[in-house]
């Protein structure tokens, strides 16, 4: 076996460091030691753009918005689901992932930053988000670890409760907003159901024939048609019934 390299290094908004590795055509990003992404476990990106635009099938000029760049597989799904009259905003905030991608990843995916329908924006996607009022038919997240944030501790903004509400502002009638997470979280989809959302969670596998390795994604819209088929809906804790107390009755004389 080829020993692991490092090609590059750069650093995390809130500084830590990201380094890129690569073993033969496999690359693998770590922050702080900890593995962030590796190309050979993306079968759960390709799931993220497959069922956040499930509902686009047909649709003749699509808007787009993906949420991170990653390894670009995400895009590359996108791309080949959506029409040629298609537009594709993505968003990374980390400029050395952009340039990772231009110089090593897209002999992974077909080089899909070269795509005319695609305009490459970097810098921080809630931003970006809030200005964009009814403009998107679909918004692909796949920003740090998912909710539970890993490289970067500003990520709450776009988990919370303001960037989950810019997402519905930004989504046009009838759009979907779909989010990858490494873990399942009860806590986000209450989130999500709290800004009027209706709410599925995928299990997906990490990799192409895993069963064991999983990652989830989430895909809410206000049209509950729209979801895609087959998700499990997330299951509110039961309200506790309250005692009444037994009345009291008076004996007949």
Same mark, same amino acid.
């Given at each position: 076996?080829?020993?692991? #390299?490092? @090609?590059?290094?750069a650093?995390?908004?809130?500084?830590?460091?990201m380094?890129?590795?690569?073993?033969?055509?496999?690359?693998?990003?770590?922050?702080?030691?900890?593995e962030?992404?590796?190309?050979?476990?993306?079968?759960?990106?390709?799931?993220?753009?497959?069922l956040?635009?499930?509902?686009?099938?047909?649709?003749?000029?699509?808007?787009?918005? @993906?949420?991170?760049?990653?390894?670009?597989?995400?895009?590359?799904?996108?791309?080949?689901?959506?029409s040629?009259?298609?537009?594709?905003?993505?968003?990374?905030?980390?400029?050395?992932?952009?340039? &990772?991608?231009?110089a090593?990843?897209?002999?992974?995916?077909?080089?899909?930053?070269?795509?005319?329908?695609?305009?490459?924006?970097?810098?921080?996607?809630?931003?970006?988000?809030?200005?964009?009022?009814?403009?998107?038919?679909? @918004?692909?997240?796949d920003?740090?670890?998912?909710?539970?944030?890993?490289?970067?501790?500003?990520n &709450?903004?776009?988990?919370?409760?303001?960037? @989950?509400?810019?997402?519905?502002?930004?989504?046009?009638?009838?759009?979907?907003?779909? #989010? &990858?997470?490494?873990?399942?979280?009860?806590?986000?989809e209450?989130?999500?159901?709290?800004c009027?959302?209706?709410?599925?969670?995928?299990?997906?596998?990490?990799?192409?024939?895993?069963?064991?390795?999983?990652?989830f994604?989430? #895909?809410?819209?206000?049209?509950?048609?729209?979801?895609?088929?087959?998700?499990?809906?997330?299951?509110?804790?039961?309200?506790?019934?309250?005692?009444k107390?037994?009345?009291?009755?008076?004996?007949?004389?």
């Amino acid at each position: 076996m080829k020993p692991l #390299v490092k @090609i590059a290094t750069a650093q995390t908004p809130d500084g830590r460091a990201m380094v890129l590795y690569q073993r033969d055509r496999d690359f693998t990003i770590q922050v702080n030691g900890l593995e962030l992404m590796q190309s050979r476990q993306h079968e759960s990106e390709l799931a993220l753009a497959r069922l956040g635009c499930a509902h686009l099938a047909g649709h003749k000029a699509p808007r787009i918005l @993906i949420g991170g760049l990653g390894l670009g597989y995400t895009l590359r799904q996108t791309l080949d689901m959506l029409s040629p009259k298609a537009r594709v905003v993505v968003g990374e905030l980390v400029g050395a992932i952009v340039e &990772w991608n231009q110089a090593f990843f897209g002999t992974l995916n077909g080089q899909p930053l070269e795509d005319d329908r695609i305009d490459l924006k970097t810098g921080d996607v809630v931003e970006l988000i809030l200005r964009s009022k009814s403009r998107f038919d679909a @918004i692909l997240l796949d920003i740090d670890n998912g909710p539970s944030a890993m490289t970067d501790s500003g990520n &709450w903004r776009l988990y919370g409760s303001e960037g @989950i509400e810019a997402c519905r502002s930004a989504l046009r009638d009838k759009g979907c907003l779909a #989010v &990858w997470s490494a873990e399942p979280s009860k806590k986000f989809e209450k989130l999500l159901m709290s800004c009027k959302f209706h709410v599925t969670r995928f299990r997906v596998p990490a990799y192409k024939g895993s069963k064991t390795e999983s990652r989830f994604v989430f #895909v809410a819209s206000e049209d509950k048609k729209r979801l895609p088929p087959g998700g499990g809906e997330p299951r509110l804790p039961k309200k506790k019934e309250s005692k009444k107390r037994p009345g009291r009755f008076r004996k007949r004389r």
